[in-house]
C-alpha cells in the first residue's frame, strides 16, 4: 500500500498494478524517463519493459504532462495491450487499421482532450502527416508526455526484424525537442544497438543494459534422429497440455507438423507468412485465449507475444543464429515459472544453413557476417559445456570459469565424450580418397558407407570397396560418423557443395589430418526413455522447480480451478485473452492464501486497485464456494 514514504513511481506500481517492488533496471529507468531524460532499455523478454513506460506514463499524465504515445509495429496485439490497461483502470487507446472512421474519431477526440493517459499507434501511422499535426498541437499545450518506442530493433537493417516505416521515427527527435523518448528491445548485439542509438538520435539517451539470462528457461538441444517423433516423444513425457510454440524452418513443414500432431492427439494450428491474413489472426487470437494449444510456426510468427504461460519453445530446424535463437526461445516462460526450450539439431542442418547463406544474392560482407553467426550458433549446438554459459557470452556476458547453470541438458547431465581425433582423420581421408578416385566429391551418406565397409551399389559401381579407407571405421555406428563429419563442417574444416551436398576438404583439414588439432565429440545418446524424470527418486534429470500451481494442495487445487473458470467467464465477457484478467500466479497465490477479506486479497501480487474494485467480492465468493 502506498504511503508517505514511498515513490510516486512506487505507488502507481501498488496501486494500479498491485506489484511490490519493481525488479532489477525498472525503477532506474522509469525515476530517469519521469525526470525527462531519454533512455535506451535492452531487456530480455519477460523482463518486464512495459512497466519501464507504462508507469511513467501514468506519472506523467498525473503531473500534467500529458499523453505517452507508444510505437509499436505489431497492430494485431495493440488491442490486448490496451484492454490489460483498461482492466488496470488506466485510460489508454489505440490507433490502427482495425478501427473504423467514427473509431478513429473517437480516439483523436480523447486524445486532443487530455484525458487520454497511453496510446499506442504504429510508425506509419504516427509519422503521418496529419497525425504529427495533431501532436504539434499538444506539444504547443505541453501536453505530449513521452515517446515509447517498443522493439526498437525493427529501426536496425542488420536486425531481423527490420521495418522500414521505423526509419521514419527519427523526426521525433527534432520536431518534438524536449519531450522525453525511451527506445525499447530485446535485441543485444552491438551492431543493432548502434543502429538505434543513431537512427533513432539517442545519442544523449542512458543506456539500461540488463542481464539477459533467463534463469527459469531451460536449454536442451539434442541431436536429431527422427525429429518428429523425438519431438512427439519430449512432449508426452514433458509437455501434456501445456501451450508452447514449434518453430520449422519451411512453411509446408510447417502445415504437415501442425497436421500431424493434431492427429497425433495434441491440439496444434499452423502460423506462417503464407496463409491468408485473417487465418493467421484467428490463429494467433486462439493462441493467445485458449489454454494449451500449440502453435506450429515459421519466425514470422512471435513477436510482441506476450503471452505469459507459454511452456516450452521448440526448434525442429537450426535457427538462422543465436539472436533469433534467444528471441523465439525467450517466448517461453515470461511469467517466470518453468519453460523449456528445446532444439533438435543434425547434419542435414549444417548443410542447409551454409548452403542457404553461400546461395543467397547478398554482398560479400553480409554473407561474412551471416557465417560468423553461424558458426556461433553451431559451437554452441556442438558444445559440451554449459548452454547458458555460452549463450551469455555471446551477449558480452562473462561467468566465472567453470560456472554451471544447473539448468540446461549438459549442466543435469553431463554428455559422455571421446577423443574423435583419430576418426576425424579417418573421416577427412576418405573424402580426400573417394574423391581423388572418381573425380569428384561424394555426400556424408555414402562416404559413411564407405567407411564402415557397407556394400552398397553405388560403393560397388564407383569401385570404392578397393579403397584404401574401405572398411577403416567398422569401429563406429552410423550416427557416430553423423556426428564426426557434422562436427567437421561445423568447424569449418569440411565444406558442401553444390546440389548433391558433396563434401570436400577445406584447408584447414590439414593440420587435422596431420594430427596437430584434438576433436573431441560427445557421445550420441540413446532417444531420452519415457517418464525420464516423472518418477520419485529419479536421478536421471531433476524434474523443473515446481511451479506455484503444482504446490497447491488439493483443496488449493480446487479453488485454483474454480477460479480459473472464472477466470475464462470474465475474459470472455470482456473479450480477451484469460492472463490478462489475472495471470496464473495470481491465481495461484490466491488459492494457495485463501483470503477471507478485500484488504487480504490487496495483499496479493497482480491485484491493483482498480482489479480490487471490479472483481474483488466476486473472486471471494468464488473462494468461499471452492
Ligand atoms: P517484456 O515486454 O520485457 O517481454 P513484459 O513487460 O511483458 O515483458 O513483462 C513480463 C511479465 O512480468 C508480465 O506478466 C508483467 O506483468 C510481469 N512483471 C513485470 N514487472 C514486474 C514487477 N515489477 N513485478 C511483478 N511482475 C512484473
Ligand atoms: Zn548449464
Redesign the pocket.
Known sequence: MPNATTSPALSI?HEVFG?S???GH?AEIVDHVIAGGDALVL?P???????CYQVPAIARHRAGQGVTVVVSPLIALMHDQVGALEEAGVHAAFLNSSLDSAGVQHVERELLSGRLVLLYAAPERITHPRFLAMLDSLHERGQLGLFAIDEAHCVSQWGHDFREEYLQLGVLAERFAGVPRLALT?TADTHTRADIVERLSLQHAQAFVSSFDRPNIRYTIVEKDNARLQLLRWLRDEHVGDAGIVYCQSRKKVEETAEWLSTEGIPALPYHAGLEAEMRRRHQDRFLREEGLVMVATVAFGMGI?K?DVRFVAHLDLPKNIEGYYQETGRGG??GEPADAWMAYGLADVVNQRRMIDESTAGDEFKHLQRGKLDALLALCESLDCRRVRLLQYFGEERPAGWRCMNCDNCLQPPARWDATEAARKALSCIYRCHQHSGFGFGSGHLIDVLRGQSTDKTRARGHEGLSTWGIGRDLSEPQWRGVIRQLIALGHVTTEGEYHTLALADSARAVLRGEVAIELREPREPTPRSRSRGKGSTASPRKLPSMAASLDVDGQARFAALKAWRAEVAKEHNLPAYIVF?DATLAQMAAEHPGTLDDLAGI?GVGAKKLEAYGRQILRVLDAG
Open positions: 506500481l506489484y517492488a519493481f525488479r525498472q531487456m523478454t519477460g523482463g518486464g519493459k512495459s512497466l530485446a506476450d505469459p515470461r511469467d495471470n501480487s
